[in-house]
């Protein structure tokens, strides 16, 4: 069975509705004048239903092309954002690592500092993001844990806050 598109969900849509208006418009013929009106009023009603599918066909297609560019973009954005998160995150795990001061090397924590500032710095990430991630990046370096704490919340705060939005 083929994947059902948004192309494909209108064209049996469209194929239904048009075949419910011939049906409707054979029995509305049918009832008022016999048989030869039910085929004139059900050739109508298909002619019609079939008229008016090629017009919004063009424009339905066209909206669910950029609703789907558009959630595209949202979509990479969020991604490029969660991903700011995780590495920040990464980097916090570093500066205080659970297994105490020896569990973490310090080439490993340059390296996941090295990352969470480029996954900051990137173009793509949106502005309250970046500034909250700079905010936390700095802590961090500071090595305060309770600021640190505070700042990587306000961090997925921002994050959670910018893509909410319907």
Do not use: K, N, W
Not at 106 to 126: C, D, F
């Amino acid at each position: 069975m083929a994947p059902i598109t948004p192309a494909r969900a209108l064209l049996l849509l469209v194929c239904g509705l048009v075949c419910l208006l011939t049906a409707s418009g054979a029995l509305i013929g049918a009832l008022f004048g016999g048989a030869t009106a039910a085929l004139v009023a059900a050739a109508c009603a298909g002619a019609v239903g079939l008229l008016a599918t090629l017009l919004v066909r063009r424009r339905a297609l066209a909206h669910f092309a950029a609703a789907q560019r558009e959630a595209g973009v949202r979509g990479y954005a969020e991604g490029i954002a969660h991903g700011v998160l995780l590495h920040v995150a990464a980097y916090e795990a570093a500066v205080f690592p659970q297994t105490g001061p020896t569990g973490v090397t310090p080439e490993e924590r340059a390296a996941r500092r090295t990352v969470a500032y480029r996954m900051a710095a990137l173009e793509e990430v949106p502005r309250l993001v970046r500034e909250a991630a700079a905010d936390a990046l700095a802590v961090l370096d500071e090595a305060d844990r309770t600021r640190a704490e505070e700042a990587l919340a306000q961090l997925a705060s921002v994050v959670r806050r910018q893509y909410a939005r319907p």
